[in-house]
């Protein structure tokens, strides 16, 4: 008998179904934040069904993309009715499609045994960033410090310091916390407001939270041996956040819906260069922006 898991990360539900979900849900540690156990509303703003054991045949072409992350090799195919992915990391491979029109994910894996743990995370996350975007929703590679309802995303390259900037904000500002350290969302909502998501991909740092908070501007962070913060627009924002978008840009529908969410984020919060040595100063340079617009209404279910 198949059982299902629900999850809501960043106001969107997905439901996997699993031939035992307490055994899933202990695959999945980094998702428990952000588990419903109230079956009530499960298709309210149902993103995806991700389902498993099922055969997947690769189709016969070459990949339209390649990505080495961590280790893993992930092959990206395109097909009438949607996206295929496969993961080879030590030796096991493990594919999934995508059928955006149904909102299913389907894939190979028996969703029970240890070894798909990794698996099931990347899959689900890389599902996220895909059908997310038909929502005026993004994933973003950067690291989240709220304060009060108030959000600032730290951009950058990896080792340019955006962890380190949130750490001297958690060190020196009283009552901020950290939303997210690798990979939050980011919406534009209905009323045209823009909020970051915490969601269960956070890299090295352990920092699940399902919370939001309004953001007050995106700041891009570079080393540097004096701090100074400016203020970008045009192409250099543009470019700025894009950089820092999760893409697949082997999908020309992908890349023109991030485009399109992006053009429409910059509309509504400004972006700002930070020309930093990690110290007090610099964290006095960007706490000036959290005071410069008018947000409120944290969200922490």
């Not at 070459?62 to 080495?68: G, H, Y």
């Not at 949607?82 to 028996?110: D, F, R």
């Not at 108030?150 to 958690?170: E, I, N, P």
């Amino acid at each position: 008998m198949t059982q299902q898991l629900h999850y809501e990360i960043a106001g969107y539900h997905l439901l996997i179904d699993t031939p035992n979900a307490e055994i899933t849900d202990r695959l999945l540690p980094s998702f428990s934040p952000f588990r419903l156990h109230d079956e009530k509303n499960v298709h309210t703003d149902l993103l995806f069904r991700f389902t498993g054991n099922t055969h997947i045949s690769l189709p016969d072409a070459n990949p339209v993309e390649m990505i080495e992350e961590a280790g893993a090799l992930f092959r990206v195919y395109n097909s009438l009715d949607g996206i295929t992915i496969a993961i080879a990391w030590n030796e096991t491979e493990h594919i999934i499609h995508i059928s955006l029109k149904q909102k299913l994910v389907v894939g190979n894996m028996t969703l029970v045994r240890e070894t798909e743990n990794k698996f099931l995370a990347h899959f689900l996350r890389a599902a996220f960033g895909i059908v997310a975007a038909y929502r005026k929703t993004i994933k973003v590679h950067a690291s989240v410090i709220e304060k009060e309802g108030k959000a600032l995303v730290f951009l950058g390259r990896s080792g340019t310091g955006k962890s380190t900037h949130s750490r001297l904000w958690k060190e020196f500002v009283p009552g901020c916390t950290l939303l997210n350290d690798d990979e939050p969302v980011v919406q534009i909502a209905d009323d045209g407001s823009v909020r970051v998501y915490g969601t269960p991909w956070s890299g090295s740092t352990p920092c699940y939270r399902n919370a939001s908070a309004e953001i007050a501007a995106f700041v891009h962070l570079y080393q540097s041996p004096e701090n100074r913060l400016t203020q970008i627009k045009g192409v250099h924002a543009f470019t700025s956040l894009l950089q820092s978008a999760a893409v697949l840009r082997s999908d020309g529908k992908n890349r023109e819906l991030v485009i399109s969410i992006v053009e429409d984020i910059l509309k509504k919060v400004p972006v700002y260069r930070l020309d930093n040595r990690p110290d007090r100063e610099a964290v006095r340079l960007t706490e000036t922006l959290m005071a410069s617009r008018e947000i409120n209404n944290f969200t922490q279910p």
